[in-house]
């Protein structure tokens, strides 16, 4: 092993191991003296054939398995220092930036739905840039799905945020229509027994009178009226409280049929939204299905390409 490549193990080995020390997972350093690797936390040692490029590949995948995305991707972007066209290795890191574990997740819509795309576009476009001729279509493919799964998320997030904001419309309308009919359904319930209770009171009153006037002798008429006529005062009293109830109920109607008014109009401009976010779920999920068959097909191409 040559100088320039013992320097360069030196800059970046412990990195490579980075929590992957068998025995404890700790970090390894470099032991320039003893040329090898050692772990300070618990005395193993490693020789520099241990990262020879073959072994540094096995690893790279053990820890993208493991779901070790920092040490896996150090394994990577060693192995693409000493060869910048490495195939495994440029796809390695698209799989490490995508927190992917196989290419077989590449087909897994709901693995897109917690990617940074920011990332993976970076590594694509390595991949594409730095591959060879023969890999140069497969990567443009990957490159392409993983186009397509960002507008994916785009769309699913457009629909879901579209459903919640139909729920909170659906809310506030139910709670408008409420408030528009809660009073005449009051009134309403106050309203009719009320006079219906004053329409038995006044009948019975006269029909009691006119038995009197037709029935009774003189004498017994006149005390009757006599007694009647005392009533005449609560009579009076209980008309007054009828008309100030119907002034009232009026009142309370033409408040009400103002509000109704203004109401309904706030439950139309409501409806509305909700017809405008019925369109947007609608199209956002057909564009979604759109994303997800192209999705699919990609992958299927990039499998038979690869």
């Known amino acids: 092993m040559g100088y320039e490549e013992e320097k360069f193990l030196a800059e970046t080995g412990s990195n490579i191991k980075k929590h ?4 404890c997972g700790g970090p390894l350093r470099v032991n320039l003296d003893g040329q090898m690797y050692e772990c300070p936390f618990c005395g193993v040692t490693y ?30 972007d060693f192995l693409l220092s000493k060869d910048p066209h ?33 990332k993976v576009k970076k590594c694509t476009a390595q991949a594409v840039r730095d591959t060879d001729s023969a890999h ?3 990567f443009e493919k990957v490159q ?25 419309k659906n809310r506030k ?34 029909i009691e009178k006119s038995r009197a006037e037709e029935f009774f002798s ?3 008429q006149r005390i009757y009226l006599e007694k009647v006529g005392e009533a005449d005062v609560l009579l009076a009293l209980f008309f007054v ?18 509000v109704k008014k203004a109401t309904n109009k706030e439950v139309e401009s409501i409806e509305e939204e909700l017809d405008s976010l019925g369109g947007d779920i609608k199209s956002g999920i057909d564009g979604a299905e759109a994303m997800q068959k192209r999705i699919r097909e990609l992958y299927y191409e990039i499998r038979k390409s690869k």
């Open 218 to 220: 003189t004498m017994s």
């Open 241 to 258: 409280l009828i008309t100030l109830l119907i002034v009232g109920v009026t009142y309370c109607l033409i408040q009400y049929f103002r």
């Open 86 to 118: 490495n195939f495994e290795a440029l796809l390695g890191k698209i799989l490490v930036a995508a927190h992917m574990k196989r290419q077989e997740d590449m087909s897994n819509l709901e693995l897109f739905r917690s990617i940074n795309f920011a």
């Open 47 to 76: 020789d520099y054939e241990y990262f020879r490029e073959d072994d540094v590949l096995s690893r790279a995948s053990q820890f993208l398995q493991r779901g070790e995305w920092t040490a896996a991707a150090d394994a990577y």
């Open 144 to 168: 392409e799905l993983f186009a397509c799964a960002e507008e994916y998320d785009a769309r699913k997030d457009t629909v879901e945020k579209s459903h919640q904001s139909r729920v909170i």
């Open 136 to 138: 140069k279509e497969y």
């Open 173 to 206: 309308l139910n709670a408008k229509k409420e408030e528009r009919d809660m009073p005449i359904g009051l009134m309403l319930l106050i309203g009719i027994p009320l006079a219906f209770f004053a329409l038995y009171f006044l009948l019975g009153y006269f």
């Open 20 to 23: 992957s020390c068998p025995s």
